[in-house]
């Protein structure tokens, strides 16, 4: 495939509920589109996850767009590309700024399943059919009306529900949690809130059974991670720490974790990704697919992902009404009983829908 046309659009999309971390509060979310056209008229979609301020990363929206109309796009506009594997290769001199590439590896992704006449998910090497999913619940007003949601995401179905913590909001709560919900699959994301000075804080979590405990000291460590798996019994799942196949590989021999959190974006695109999930699977390392509050394409690229064999724990790829009033893709993403079909069809397996695209586009730029 050859790339003739790039378009990046500036999307603004309001969530139905606000969703609070313990970096901050999100009630809308902006991100950039990518559109990519190549010299036989095949259409491919990618999504970026940054958001507007570097809470998660040092990426965001407007370093994103730079990385992509400066780096990115020129190496990539009209020159021959085989396979998406080879995007990689292609990126390697341009350091980090993961999220930029993924947004454009992801387009590409999605060109070439359509190409060679195969869904993204079968074109990835993935088998299920569906796939089990969860939800990540934000930090609530109180306790009380936490369970509340919680109990409401149970009775949809979900298979795992996921809650966020940070130092002065977490053994009561989880405590109340498990009151009310001895049986629930739950685990906690701190969000790299806590350092081993927390370490008694921590052990005491030990006590709820839960699945998982994801990134609770820093985001670029794994020494510390090590350290606190010795000390306590529940698993850490790393997040921010794995941005790429070789922190995975250093965090497995240290013994930094007992799970890793997959996200495309954090670690570059799919070839990543997929990278990532093979080596896992080689240790005997769960994963599952974190979600960055993407939007339809972002999801659509989730739910490929998760059908590869080793993603064995609910992922955060909830249905598209749980925090969107309209999605830019049709059929949105629908959630049965805690499953998400995998699309069999060619390409994404979703129709972006232009005309909530169109709606929702602050800004566009088209290269070619």
Same mark, same amino acid.
């Given at each position: 495939?050859?790339?003739?046309?790039?378009?990046?659009?500036?999307?603004?999309?309001?969530?139905?509920?606000?969703?609070?971390?313990?970096?901050?509060?999100?009630?809308?979310?902006? *991100?950039?589109?990518? +559109?990519?056209?190549?010299?036989? /008229?095949?259409?491919?979609? &990618?999504?970026?996850?940054?958001?507007?301020?570097p809470w998660y990363t040092e990426e965001t929206l407007?370093?994103?767009?730079?990385?992509?109309?400066?780096?990115?796009?020129?190496?990539?506009?009209?020159?021959?590309? &085989?396979?998406?594997?080879?995007?990689?290769?292609? *990126?390697?001199? =341009?350091?980090?700024?993961?999220?930029?590439?993924?947004?454009?590896?992801? @387009?590409?992704?999605?060109?070439? @399943?359509?190409?060679?006449?195969?869904?993204? @998910?079968?074109?990835?090497?993935?088998?299920?059919?569906?796939?089990?999913?969860? #939800?990540?619940?934000?930090?609530?007003?109180?306790?009380?009306?936490?369970?509340?949601?919680?109990?409401?995401?149970?009775?949809?179905?979900?298979?795992?529900v996921k809650v966020k913590i940070k130092p002065g909001?977490?053994?009561?709560?989880?405590?109340?949690?498990?009151?009310?919900?001895?049986?629930? %699959?739950?685990?906690?994301?701190?969000?790299?809130?806590?350092?081993?000075?927390?370490?008694?804080?921590?052990?005491?979590? !030990?006590?709820?059974?839960?699945?998982?405990?994801?990134?609770?000291?820093?985001?670029? !460590?794994?020494v510390d991670h090590a350290k606190l798996q010795q000390?306590?019994?529940?698993?850490?799942?790393?997040?921010?720490?794995?941005?790429?196949?070789?922190?995975?590989?250093?965090? =497995? +021999?240290? /013994?930094?974790?007992?799970?890793?959190? =997959?996200?495309?974006?954090?670690?570059?695109?799919?070839? +990543?990704?997929?990278?990532?999930?093979?080596?896992?699977?080689?240790?005997?390392? %769960?994963?599952?697919?974190?979600?960055?509050?993407?939007?339809?394409?972002?999801?659509?690229?989730?739910? @490929?992902?998760?059908?590869?064999?080793?993603? #064995?724990?609910?992922? !955060?790829?909830? /249905?598209?009404?749980?925090?969107?009033?309209?999605?830019?893709?049709?059929?949105?993403?629908?959630?049965?009983? /805690?499953?998400?079909?995998?699309?069999?069809?060619?390409?994404?397996?979703?129709?972006?829908?232009?005309?909530?695209?169109?709606?929702?586009?602050?800004?566009?730029?088209?290269?070619?």
């Amino acid at each position: 495939m050859k790339l003739e046309q790039i378009t990046v659009r500036h999307m603004r999309m309001p969530m139905k509920s606000p969703f609070t971390t313990s970096f901050g509060t999100i009630d809308e979310k902006e *991100f950039l589109l990518i +559109e990519a056209i190549d010299q036989s /008229g095949t259409v491919g979609w &990618g999504e970026a996850v940054a958001f507007v301020a570097p809470w998660y990363t040092e990426e965001t929206l407007k370093t994103t767009w730079h990385m992509l109309e400066d780096f990115l796009i020129p190496i990539l506009l009209h020159k021959e590309v &085989g396979h998406p594997d080879e995007i990689s290769a292609l *990126f390697s001199s =341009i350091r980090r700024n993961c999220m930029a590439k993924s947004s454009i590896e992801g @387009a590409i992704w999605d060109i070439y @399943a359509q190409q060679t006449k195969q869904s993204l @998910a079968k074109a990835l090497g993935g088998h299920k059919e569906q796939i089990e999913v969860g #939800v990540s619940v934000g930090i609530q007003s109180s306790t009380e009306a936490l369970i509340e949601l919680l109990k409401s995401h149970v009775n949809k179905g979900y298979k795992r529900v996921k809650v966020k913590i940070k130092p002065g909001h977490d053994v009561e709560v989880i405590r109340a949690i498990r009151a009310e919900m001895p049986d629930l %699959p739950l685990m906690v994301d701190a969000n790299s809130a806590y350092t081993l000075n927390d370490m008694d804080v921590l052990q005491q979590l !030990d006590a709820f059974n839960l699945l998982m405990i994801e990134q609770p000291l820093a985001v670029d !460590d794994i020494v510390d991670h090590a350290k606190l798996q010795q000390k306590i019994k529940t698993p850490i799942c790393l997040d921010e720490s794995i941005t790429s196949y070789e922190d995975a590989r250093k965090a =497995i +021999e240290l /013994g930094s974790c007992g799970v890793i959190n =997959i996200k495309i974006g954090r670690v570059g695109g799919l070839t +990543e990704a997929r990278r990532i999930h093979d080596l896992c699977k080689e240790n005997k390392i %769960p994963v599952w697919c974190g979600g960055m509050l993407e939007a339809g394409i972002g999801r659509a690229h989730n739910i @490929a992902l998760t059908s590869l064999t080793n993603f #064995v724990l609910p992922g !955060d790829t909830a /249905g598209s009404s749980h925090y969107w009033y309209e999605d830019i893709i049709t059929p949105e993403v629908i959630v049965e009983d /805690g499953y998400i079909r995998v699309p069999q069809t060619i390409g994404i397996g979703y129709t972006p829908n232009l005309k909530v695209i169109d709606k929702l586009t602050i800004s566009r730029k088209v290269y070619q």
